[in-house]
């Protein structure tokens, strides 16, 4: 249970370094920067697809809000 969270908090540093990083788009094409997207990428896409179209992308709140919840378990 202890490695779930820890592996939760990192995912979830993740995404909140994507979002620090999209609004620098020059900083997107390093490969660090390319890395994170690609594996940040990977949960929030899906979530994406189901919401409406919006000016502002939730999709990594509502990742990180579902992870939260299940580190609570």
């Known amino acids: 249970m202890v490695l779930l969270r ?13 979002i620090l990083i999209s609004f620098f788009p020059e900083y997107r094409s390093l490969k660090v920067s390319q890395i994170i997207y690609n594996s ?3 949960t929030c896409k899906p979530v994406r697809e189901r919401l409406p ?3 502002l992308d939730l999709s990594p709140i ?5 992870l939260s919840l299940i580190s609570r378990i």
């Open 6 to 18: 820890f592996f939760i908090e990192v995912y979830s540093t993740l995404i909140v370094i994507n």
């Open 40 to 42: 940040v990428e990977f």
């Open 53 to 55: 179209q919006m000016p």
């Open 62 to 66: 509502i990742v990180m809000i579902f």
